[in-house]
């Protein structure tokens, strides 16, 4: 069975610093790496999907990469701001369609 | 726009009462699925569906039930018989054909027996 580890489970950092949350998983085989954001008491929204065949996803501030082989995933977010504090959370999903999920970092930005 | 839509937002319940948690998508996808999540933990997965009319248990079915009748609606049953139901559920949804298929979430049902 896929286990997902995520490290640290809580950060806190000055606004402004750039930063990488780490993802790991026990099964290489794969199909997707998938990065969320959740806030306070809300649901999860996507932030990057990476598929297997790729090393890395953009979007904006947030890079995810991708490494099956080493079983790591990570998610840097340049010049942080107070708004990015939420729970980040990674899941994969495997070949029967079901997706694993990390315990999340929770991120806290100070102004 | 399209979404998935969960209700109630807030549910409280009396031990040994039934309650149904609704979640209906419009995003046309194949596969739902229904998560817990508890106070600093991961999401746990209590049953999922790829198609309509078939579902599977998932980690934590013990005292849940669901049925898949229509392909937008995917709705959760908390019996009796589950021990501590309290908790944040999130139903998803994603495309089952697709290997790369994303996975979309609702906003959360939040359940707290009395």
């Known amino acids: 069975k896929q286990e997902v580890t995520q490290i640290p489970a809580a950060l806190s950092v000055p606004e402004g610093e750039n930063l990488v949350l780490n993802c790991s998983f026990t099964?290489?085989?794969?199909?997707?790496l998938q990065w969320f954001r959740q806030d306070p008491g809300k649901g999860l929204t996507s932030l990057l999907l990476i598929q297997s065949s790729q090393r890395e996803q953009t979007s904006g501030r947030l890079n995810a990469s991708l490494d099956k082989s080493s079983g790591r995933s990570t998610l840097y977010i340049a010049a942080s701001q107070p708004g990015d504090s939420a729970t980040y959370l990674c899941?994969?999903?495997?070949?029967?369609?079901?997706?694993?999920f990390g315990s999340g970092t929770k991120l806290n930005v100070k102004p | 726009d399209g979404g998935i839509t969960q209700s109630p937002k807030y549910l409280f319940r009396k031990e040994g009462q039934n309650v149904t948690l609704s979640c209906e998508q419009n995003l046309n996808h194949d596969a739902m699925y229904w998560y817990r999540q508890d106070p600093g933990q991961g999401l746990r997965l209590i049953y999922y569906?790829?198609?309509?009319?078939?579902?599977q248990k998932g980690d934590i079915a013990e005292g849940y039930s669901v049925s898949r009748e229509k392909k937008e609606s995917f709705p959760l049953t908390v019996t009796s018989a589950q021990k501590n139901p309290t908790a944040f559920y999130l139903c998803?949804?994603?495309?089952?054909?697709?290997?790369?298929?994303?996975?979309?979430f609702g906003e959360g049902s939040r359940l707290t027996v009395l």
């Open positions: 998803a949804s994603s495309i089952s054909w697709a290997r790369t298929g994303e996975l979309f």
């Open positions: 569906s790829q198609i309509v009319n078939d579902f």
């Open positions: 899941a994969g999903k495997d070949n029967f369609n079901k997706f694993y």
């Open positions: 099964d290489s085989a794969i199909y997707n």
